[in-house]
């Protein structure tokens, strides 16, 4: 990364690099005072990048050798502008969009009805400027080829006019009637039937507007002015001439925004930055008594977690000039309960209700929300009114989880010592106490990185519990659920979708992959994901949710320029979202702290608002590991060198199958390797620079000869390579690793870097080497010493019985070895070591481990291929081809097809890494496809029985299973 120059004056540098050094002790003259030891603190930003400065010399601009695409119009949305979902709640809809430039009309007239709008096009609510533009058919879709460099930039240089009339419905004759937009990005002029009705700001906020006796009964119209980011910086279009670019650059100013849109090093400049209104608008009617933002908090005080206690806060607000009394009535589950509350005119109260006023709130035997992996994730619908003489006022629905997130973690106390310590923040909130200290004076540096310190006076809160006997943690993070240790596998979103296509359809498969991969973790990387539904997702698949504010690397990114606009965006996204179980962190920023002025203000906008999670200043380092390293390293050192405590990011080239790089870019594009790779995130410079992958494919396999034998190879690359990142986290559980998480699972976009499913859901072999090594129940060999061990991530286990038998690549057996094993639950427990070398000197070996439970059953099965050095990889081009038999029928479960397929390797040669695709009879792929394992490998004489799930509408008529694979003859398994 580039160095900028320093922005602070020489002297505050000098003052500032003296507060955070450990000063030496110096021989003085006689009478000077001794110079007293400074404890080194967390530095304040002193350097920034902006970005692109200057356009891109056009000799580097990415070139294809296919002309670009056609735009192709999708059909207008229809409906109805007013669609109601709730009693009092309807969607805004019948959006119309222009670009302001080409609208003479001001606000007041476009806001009348019966102004003239058909010549607008049919916007795309919820959406972004350039998802109406893609979809009206204006340009060309941007995810293939080079088709972005169709898009203009003055996109994200001037504002847009959304326009709509609506008809309100008589029922809210005499209501209190609020326009709620959800999310607007960046900012917006709101106006109403000729009024102006306000403004807002900052993607993340939503704009709420009082209409009551300004909407009419009959027809309405509303206009909204909306403006991009002030600071979009300058497009870096990468190629193979060009590299890589900065990652992001001036729209950092511009915080809270989709910070990203500028460019970064997994997703293109997007023309428009995501401009518009990216989330929906709602109408909603209530009576004299409105509900605000409920809060839920759930602790559970007994050690065998029989009861749940739920404590309710519910925020009422007197709509009317006259005193009132309201009644709050809350039903969940077979539980209900009522309380009023006196308010004066125009007032607000928090009606709260707790265990010791209403003891139905304390639950027997809940059912409680569990991460993926540990049990399910129950959620419990909540429905809240309010009443007033005897009529319904206002009616909210919420969804919650009966869960209790606590912490261990090393913290620094006041006479500097690293204390490993208990956090239960729910217990701090009921006292009224903060006892974590992330400010820049609390953050310390340690022997193995930085820390944040207690309170003074903390080490005696009954929310902190000292913890004897995880020194080799120190300093790090480890997340407890219910009182479970979690070991948190994971992954970063950087972005749902380029375009912030947000509906729960398109998203909901992304969600689904996380949790069939057995991960149980996402960082909402630089927060760039604030819809409903992406957490209503993660609650429903056990997926906890690390979510970030909207800063971006310290020292390298630009900071925020206006706090104040940041912290309201901050508090009104807590309030929204913090009944969701799945969020289990806040973070302040991605890769350093915020400036102190930020940072001081989210710790108190996160303990007023929240108060039951841990809030962080920094993604890493801090109580965290450093991120990286992104591109290729040996697997071995997965279990030595890297990613060591809780590590947020960590990642390493992950190339997509054939089939979804097809469909990603012209034919003429797909080989040899050229700029539209680049485009789509290949790196030949940068973190993720494929150099160090491409090199050792190249001595391993041969250098790839055409795309098919390229990608062949990078899947035996990537779940090598994947399956190592989380073994070798399972070797150091507990010792020296809490959590693991990868840079990253979901793209934005068809991209080529690190990701381990495709944007259009197809699965490639980074995926399966997470799943098989974060299964349930898992045997692995440790590569650096060869050891055998089980990894037990459910509930204790005995009698079981791992088994590992070594082969030639022309299956004769060499080695073979069998022990009796037990593992605790979560733990990880040693079965022997094979001794490798002397075979692994005669040619490549492999390694084929199982294991069966006291019943015979198998419960694990994994399968290596080593040599004694990259070199020695190369015989495994000489293996002869495997032929394997197969048969596959289906049946309907709901509204997904179950697919059963039965494989059998009857030849006399190991079949590997055989890849299974579903296909239509049109020779479209079906996705999304969710398979119990793929990438399979069988030795002779091995059978293997696979399910493969999708969609019922997925399918178009007959079905067939593909196969191909490492050493596999090609073949098409028809579907019965």
Same mark, same amino acid.
């Given at each position: ?6 922005? =602070?004056?020489?002297?505050? =540098? ?13 021989? =003085? ?142 029922? $809210? ?14 900012? #917006? ?30 027809? *309405? ?18 190629? +193979? ?33 995501? &401009? ?13 008594? /409105? ?13 065998? *977690? ?41 007032? %607000?109260?928090?009606?709260?209700? #707790?265990? /010791? ?26 429905? =809240? $009114? ?43 909130? !009921? ?26 006076? /903390? ?8 913890? #004897?006997?995880?020194?080799?943690? /120190? ?54 994901? !604030?819809?409903? %539904? ?91 590991? *450093? ?48 700029? %539209? ?9 940068? *973190? ?5 992958? +491409? ?9 790839? &000869? ?56 197809? &699965? ?111 015989? +495994? ?46 020779? !479209? ?52």
């Amino acid at each position: 990364m580039t160095d900028r120059p320093f922005l =602070l004056g020489a002297s505050a =540098l000098a003052l500032l690099l003296a507060s955070t050094a450990i000063a030496q002790p110096a021989r =003085l003259p006689s009478g000077y005072a001794t110079i007293d030891p400074v404890q080194s603190e967390w530095p304040v930003q002193v350097r920034q990048m902006p970005g692109q400065i200057t356009p891109q010399d056009a000799a580097t601009l990415p070139r294809s050798r296919a002309p670009l695409s056609k735009p192709v119009a999708k059909p207008e949305p229809r409906g109805p502008a007013l669609d109601q979902r709730a009693p009092g709640l309807w969607t805004v809809a019948g959006w119309r969009l222009a670009e302001a430039p080409k609208v003479r009309a001001d606000g007041a007239t476009l806001s009348r009805a019966g102004y003239d709008a058909r010549s607008w096009y049919a916007a795309t609510v919820p959406g972004t400027v350039l998802t109406t533009l893609i979809d009206r058919g204006v340009y060309p879709d941007p995810a293939f080829g080079l088709n972005n460099m169709a898009i203009p930039e003055r996109l994200a240089r001037q504002d847009y006019w959304y326009r709509t009339e609506i008809t309100v419905p008589a029922e $809210t004759a005499g209501r209190h009637l609020e326009l709620n937009f959800k999310g607007v990005n960046y900012a #917006a002029e709101i106006w109403l039937n000729g009024r102006s009705l306000g403004t807002m700001k900052g993607a993340f906020i939503r704009g709420r507007f009082d209409v009551t006796g300004k909407l009419l009964l009959g027809r *309405n119209a509303i206009a909204v002015r909306v403006s991009p980011p002030p600071h979009p910086g300058i497009a870096h279009e990468e190629s +193979m001439t060009a590299g890589v670019g900065e990652n992001g650059g001036m729209q950092m100013l511009d915080g809270p925004t989709f910070v990203a849109t500028e460019g970064w090093d997994w997703i293109p400049t997007i023309r428009d930055r995501n &401009t518009g209104l990216w989330q929906g608008v709602d109408l909603i009617a209530t009576g004299p008594a /409105a509900i605000g933002d409920a809060q839920v908090v759930t602790t559970l005080p007994k050690p065998d *977690n029989s009861v749940a206690n739920v404590e309710i806060t519910v925020p009422v607000r007197n709509q009317t000039d006259r005193a009132t009394t309201a009644t709050v009535t809350a039903r969940f589950d077979d539980v209900t309960v009522t309380k009023s509350v006196a308010l004066a005119p125009g007032a %607000t109260a928090d009606v709260t209700m #707790a265990p /010791a006023e209403f003891p139905a709130l304390a639950v027997r035997n809940p059912r409680l929300w569990w991460p993926n992996g540990y049990g399910m994730p129950a959620l419990h619908d909540l429905t =809240l $009114t309010t009443t007033v003489a005897g009529a319904v006022s206002d009616t909210r629905s919420l969804r919650f989880g009966m869960r209790q997130v606590t912490y261990e973690i090393s913290l620094m106390d006041r006479n500097d010592r690293l204390r490993r310590v208990g956090l239960d923040l729910s217990k701090a909130r !009921t006292l009224g106490q903060q006892v974590v200290d992330g400010t820049h004076q609390g953050i310390r540096k340690t022997p193995n990185g930085w820390a944040a310190s207690l309170v003074p006076g /903390a080490e005696r809160s009954p929310a902190v519990t000292p913890i #004897a006997g995880d020194a080799a943690l /120190a300093p790090y993070l480890l997340i407890r659920v219910n009182g479970v240790r979690i070991a948190a596998r994971g992954g970063n979103i950087g972005m749902d979708d380029f375009m912030k296509r947000t509906e729960r359809s398109r998203l909901l498969p992304f969600f689904r992959l996380h949790q069939d991969a057995n991960l149980n973790i996402i960082r909402n990387w630089v927060g760039q994901n !604030t819809e409903e %539904t992406f957490f209503d997702l993660a609650d429903e698949h056990g997926l906890m949710i690390l979510n970030d504010f909207w800063e971006s690397t310290q020292d390298y990114n630009i900071e925020a320029q206006d706090i104040p606009l940041f912290t309201r965006n901050a508090e009104d996204v807590v309030r929204r979202f913090r009944n969701h179980p799945s969020i289990v962190v806040w973070f302040g920023r991605n890769e350093g702290v915020p400036q102190p002025i930020l940072n001081e203000a989210l710790q108190t906008i996160v303990n007023r608002n929240d108060g039951t999670r841990l809030y962080m200043g920094s993604s890493n380092r801090v109580n965290l590991q *450093n991120s990286g390293p992104y591109n290729w390293r040996p697997e071995s050192t997965y279990f030595t060198e890297h990613a060591k405590g809780f590590s947020v990011e960590l990642g390493t080239p992950s190339f997509p199958t054939i089939e979804a790089w097809t469909r990603a870019m012209p034919k003429a594009d797909l080989w040899p390797i050229g700029d %539209t790779w680049a485009y789509h995130d290949w790196h030949q410079t940068g *973190n993720g620079a494929v150099k160090s992958f +491409m090199d050792v494919l190249a001595v391993r396999y041969g250098a790839g &000869t055409s795309l098919p034998d390229f990608e062949r190879k990078a899947q035996m690359m990537e779940y090598d390579s994947y399956r190592a990142i989380f073994e070798g986290f399972n070797a150091g559980l507990w010792t020296t690793n809490t959590a693991r998480m990868l840079w990253m699972t979901q793209p934005a976009w068809p991209s080529s870097a690190w990701q381990i499913f495709s944007s259009d859901y197809d &699965t490639h072999g980074a995926f399966y080497g997470t799943k098989k090594a974060s299964e349930p129940v898992h045997v692995q060999l440790n590569l650096p010493d060869h050891k055998v061990v089980l990894v037990n991530n459910g509930p204790a286990l005995s009698g079981a019985v791992v088994h590992a038998k070594v082969t030639s690549l022309d299956n004769r057996v060499l080695a073979e070895r069998r022990a009796k094993v037990g593992a605790g639950a979560g733990l990880v427990a040693d079965a022997f070591t094979l001794d490798l070398k002397p075979l692994t000197a005669q040619g490549m070996v492999l390694v084929a481990l199982d294991v069966t439970d006291a019943a015979g059953k198998v419960l694990s099965q994994n399968l290596y291929w080593q040599g004694a050095n990259d070199a020695a990889y190369r015989g +495994m081009t000489q293996m002869a081809p495997a032929r394997l038999t197969a048969t596959a029928s289906s049946r309907r479960d709901g509204e997904e097809v179950a697919t059963t397929l039965d494989l059998a390797n009857g030849g006399p040669v190991a079949a590997l890494a055989t890849k299974l695709t579903v296909m239509n009879a049109d020779g !479209t792929q079906v996705l999304p496809a969710y398979f119990t394992d793929n990438y399979v490998s069988l030795l002779p004489g091995e059978r293997r029985r696979i399910e493969i799930r999708y969609p019922a509408t997925a399918a178009k008529g007959t079905t067939t299973v593909a196969l191909r694979g490492w050493n596999v003859t090609p073949a098409a398994v028809p579907v019965r």
